[in-house]
């Protein structure tokens, strides 16, 4: 038995006669009636009896009708989901980014959501260093994540430049009215974010304290940039980490930012070369780069 076999069974059912049911599909009456032979030669039952001109379905054909249409309407709903993952229209999206990139990201794909309604978006937090990981192992489909990229394997675009913010529980600068100068940044407590591997903001902000003439105490070092903004809760010293300049301040912090310190902070989108995605995920990748252009200029 197959799909064919169930559909014309079921039709002839519903039309109640195989007269009636090879003018709806097409078919010859003689390839229909065998068609029903051939099917309760198989279970050994009779579907149908004669009652007149027409067919008087038995019990054993009832219960094969139930079944057939549940069948056929689950074929139908899996084939139209087929054709709408081809599309792009269903699917699971899983997308990694770092802290500086949470806020835009959830307005982005809350957008998606209402444009591609049946797609499942997965949405990972990290540090870069894990973040591609993640996409080389696969588990991410791309991240927002923070220049540069170090893994060889994964390719990036810019998408956005950073200001740096000071971040700090109570500390007070030198001249309130002008606020914190970069002779007081250097003698307090720095909490600054440092990769695991390669270079980052860490080694940036150093540099450019010493382009500057100035050399930074930096009291902790940090992966994650929720640790270095717990511990600047705590009064242990101020955080210096990229962020929108219309992302919302912490409880108990006071924020700064800090313009001379020109460590060229930046979000870019990265992927794995070569990788073939499904079409959702094509969708939600160029979705973010039209929707970022528009929406990331309200947070510059």
Known sequence: MNLRQLLYFKTIVERKSIAAASEVL?????????????MEAEYGVRLFERKGRGLQVTQAGMHLYARACELLSLADEVDSQMHAWAKGLKGKVSIGTVAAGVTVLARIVSQLKRELPDVVFSIHLGEPDTLEK???????DFAVTQWPVGSASLQSEPLLDLPLA?????????????????SDLAAAPLILLKRKHGSGVYERINQAFLDLGYRPTVAFECSDTSAALALATTGAGIALVPQWKEELVPAGLHRFWVPELDTREQLVLAWLQDREHLPAVELAVQAIRQISSETWSIFR
């Open 26 to 38: 097409h078919i010859a009456q003689p390839p229909l009636s065998q068609h029903i032979k051939g």
């Open 134 to 140: 993640l996409i080389e192992e696969r588990q991410l």
């Open 166 to 182: 000071g971040l700090h529980a109570g500390f007070e600068s030198s001249d309130k009215e002008a606020g914190f100068s970069l």
